[in-house]
């Protein structure tokens, strides 16, 4: 082989410039959203307006549901404002994440016990159950309690979903596109908030319920802002992370309605009720919450919200009920 002569075999390995335009191709910024998808975002929520305004109309004579509708739509537009700094700030650090959970976790936790289990255990005495003895209400409320974490663990584990941090989980979860999955996530987060919503006002005063409606809406200002934050931080483009954010508020006032109308029809139900919100959100607190926020060593900062947001959820309820 003469000097200088390369064997024939290097003509066809691949040219490093290549692998240089394939990396800078990929660190493009994803294309926004095309104009398809823009109207039909439109149309829906046009659509979505028109059947508000419809139910709204129907509800007159059911002020308990109207609440409860009001109330669960405060918590969508508060999740909604939480998501629209995603649209200018940069991505939050693993640390602030962590904290907005933990802070999350503590109002959803002083819900239960001050907006759900005491009143719950009120209204079992009231209703004379088994004779309304402190042990027949408490029993009562107690399996209500268990019944509602039954059902969000039953859901986890049939409902295909993903966790930003945990990964997949559910039955066929491999055969979902990624976005769908992260969808059910939020629903199984957000629905216990949404019911909890709607059976407050079925069962409570109203500045209870009120105090209940607004502490959920506190926390879901920075939940919207997680949300949002953990889908760019995963891949998606601004505006399609803040939309779904924005999405993931929808859900609360679906469960509020549904919550305040099947409690509303019969004040038997009342203590079920509010002890089945109560089990449903004590399950996310536990499954969901506080183990993303423990995940990446920022427990400190993470136990700090949630007291933080324990003390913030329990002046209110105690100051407006």
């Known amino acids: 082989m003469t000097p200088g002569h390369q064997p024939m075999e290097m003509d066809n390995q691949p040219d490093p410039r290549d692998d240089a335009s394939r990396s800078t191709a990929s660190a493009a910024p994803k294309p926004a959203l095309k104009l398809r998808t823009r109207i039909g975002l439109l149309i829906c929520g046009l659509g979505v307006f028109a059947l508000g305004a419809l139910i709204w109309d129907g509800l007159k004579n059911e002020p308990s549901v109207r609440n ?10 508060a999740t909604a404002l939480g998501t629209l700094p995603v649209l200018l700030a940069q991505r939050p650090s693993e640390r602030t994440r962590d904290t907005l959970f933990g802070f999350g976790a503590g109002v959803m936790l002083a819900a239960c016990a001050f907006s759900l289990v005491i009143p719950a255990l009120d209204a079992a005495r009231a209703s004379n159950i088994f004779g309304g003895s402190a042990w ?39 055969q979902l596109r990624r976005t769908w999955l992260f969808v059910f996530a939020i629903i199984l987060h957000n629905l216990p908030e949404g019911l909890a919503i709607g059976v407050g006002y079925a069962g409570n005063e109203g500045m209870r319920a009120n105090a209940l409606a607004i502490g959920i809406s506190i926390q879901d200002v920075p939940e919207g802002f997680v949300v949002a934050a953990a889908l760019l931080a995963v891949g998606y483009s601004r505006g399609f992370s803040v939309l779904l954010g924005i999405a993931s508020g929808l859900v609360e006032p679906l469960g509020a309605v549904a919550g305040a109308a099947i409690i509303g029809s019969s004040a038997l139900l009342l203590p079920w009720g509010l002890g089945f919100a109560a089990g449903a959100m004590l399950f996310v607190i536990s499954h969901e919450i506080i183990p993303e926020s423990h995940r990446k060593g920022h427990e400190f900062f993470a136990t700090t919200g949630l007291m933080v947001g324990f003390v913030l959820m329990m002046v209110l309820d105690t100051a407006l009920g």
């Open 68 to 77: 409860a509708l009001l109330g669960g739509c405060m918590a969508a537009l």
């Open 136 to 174: 027949a209400a408490g029993g009562v409320v107690g399996t209500s309690i268990l019944l509602g974490g039954m059902a969000l663990l039953v859901m986890d584990r049939l409902l295909p979903h993903e966790h930003f941090i945990k990964g997949r989980e559910g039955a066929s979860a491999q």
